[in-house]
């Protein structure tokens, strides 16, 4: 079937009488969207997941850089087992393009390596060879999802400030709310102008979601003086827990499930926002901040 562009609220209600719709999305300039959460164990991967299969089903060209360089999970969660990943790039023995899996709506999977070392810690060689692989990406999709290991290490910081836009993924647990602002207070101390996307996941209730959401929002304008955008909010699903399971992505298999709609809503209104995005977030300048060798040269690169 032909897909046309529509409104977004034409787009999203069409998704919601039917959540199986491939509906178009408008295709503005490329994007680089790092995910992250404070703490381990709050659904990062997954929503990442979800989040790239949703948009690209709409017609948009993702790619998914797992870029957990220690526990590397995404071919986990999606059921696929890929014959090469970044160790075989980082080393030399296969390009890029030969490591890419094509997933379901064509996502392009980028798998990543258990036990590699931090990006900052790799050997200068390997980290630029790494990198200037990866560039194969600029003008080939028009969303880069990155999913960062979990908490608040330098890598997961050097992506972050690179990409220039995070999705923050919190649940309502007062540790995770605590990690996910100690994530936002180190972006802070950086002189790099990131956008910040805030998600609730595993809500009981839609009110106790979006409290702790604008509460987060709320503190981290007044102490940090950077402003938060609260996205939406996740349901606990117990298809969530199925999908896991059975490691088919959750969009895919219960695509009428209300964590699987709700993601649908924050993909379209995470679209919805390109025009006021940060300029100059774009895959190529995404790539030549993380030529940078640190975070900290990273941010005093920023403006190059």
């Not at 290490?153 to 999705?167: K, M, P």
């Not at 959401?213 to 969530?240: C, N, W």
């Not at 679209?271 to 895959?283: E, K, Y």
């Not at 060798?293 to 403006?303: D, F």
Request: glycine share 10%; with cysteine.
């Amino acid at each position: 079937m032909s897909l046309t562009v529509r409104p977004f609220d034409d787009a999203i209600e069409a998704l919601v009488a039917d959540p199986a719709s491939t509906t178009a999305l408008p295709h503005p300039a490329s994007r680089v969207i790092a995910v992250a959460s404070g703490k381990g164990g709050v659904g990062k991967t997954n929503l990442a997941i979800n989040l790239g299969l949703s948009l690209a089903r709409r017609g948009l060209r993702v790619g998914l850089l797992d870029a957990d360089l220690g526990t590397a999970n995404v071919d986990v969660l999606m059921g696929i087992q890929p014959r090469y990943n970044l160790q075989h790039v980082v080393t030399g023995r296969r390009s890029l393009a030969q490591i890419i899996v094509a997933g379901p709506y064509g996502l392009q999977i980028i798998p990543g390596a258990s036990g590699l070392p931090d990006l900052v810690d790799l050997p200068d060689a390997q980290r630029d060879a790494l990198l200037r692989a990866l560039l194969v990406l600029s003008g080939s999709v028009d969303l880069l999802l990155i999913d960062t290991s979990a908490g608040v290490g330098r890598n997961v910081v050097q992506f972050i400030l690179a990409a220039g836009e995070v999705v923050v993924l919190t649940t309502p647990e007062p540790a995770a709310i605590v990690d996910a602002y100690a994530l936002m207070k180190i972006l802070a101390g950086y002189q790099v102008p990131v956008a910040i996307n805030l998600v609730v996941n595993c809500v009981r209730r839609d009110a106790e979601g979006d409290s702790t959401g604008h509460k987060l929002a709320a503190v981290a304008e007044q102490f940090l003086g950077r402003r938060v955008q609260p996205i939406g909010t996740l349901p606990y699903d117990q298809s969530v827990l199925e999908a896991v399971k059975s490691q088919v992505p959750l969009v895919r298999g219960w695509p009428r499930s209300p964590a699987a709609q709700a993601i649908d809503r924050i993909g379209e209104q995470l679209w919805r926002d390109a025009p006021t995005r940060q300029a100059g977030s774009d895959i190529g300048r995404f790539f030549r901040r993380m030529l940078w060798s640190s975070p900290v040269a990273c941010a005093a690169g920023a403006s190059q």
